[in-house]
């Protein structure tokens, strides 16, 4: 059996002045089994652990929890936009600040102001959002400042739970269960992505 590479079988290689065949490598590798080389392909990411999986969940839960409780607020404050808009410039009067302007021009100061604020609240449940996954894909400074966030959620709800009994109003006892419950789903949240096999994920995908 002839192990050697074949040649490029070319008739003009005997006449004198051309060059000697060279022999086909690529062709002799592919014959006798050797490996191809190419691209390395990237490393399959692991997968995320339960517990990731289901404290994002949760995360998605306190996120939507806080965006009904703020467009709740901007809600009830653009019913009340003309009582504010006069207590606003009565307060600029008092430090005679007030200039030119009128209540109709401060009620639409009022409304800008909550159109903004609607825009804003958009924009961070997006970025919160975008934290959230970041964080199921393994990285550390996405679960420290869900776990910073998480817990300024759970001080507030606690203050939430010695308000509730002074609440009047059935849609004010409502979103004071809802943010109990944000509290709730935050604290759960926290704990899973502290968990060991979660760490142990965070710890792997940190020396990727």
Known sequence: MNDLPPGNNNPDSNVPGNPPPQPDWQRWELEHGFPQSGPELEPTPRPAPVDIETSRHLWWGVALIGAISALYSLWTL??????FAQ??????????????MTVE????????????????VFGFGA?????????????????????????FTVFTTLVDLFAIASSTGAMNIVMSVLGIGQGVLAAGAIYLMHRRESNEYFLASKKR
């Open 78 to 83: 653009f019913g009340v936009r003309e009582q």
């Open 87 to 100: 207590s606003l410039l009565d307060d600029l009067a008092a430090q005679n600040a007030a200039a030119d």
């Open 105 to 120: 021009s401060t009620q639409s100061m009022v409304t800008v102001m909550l159109v903004i604020t609607v825009f804003v």
């Open 127 to 151: 970025l919160f959002l975008f934290w959230v996954e970041r964080m199921r894909t393994g990285k550390m400074w996405a679960r420290m400042l869900l776990t910073v966030i998480g817990s």
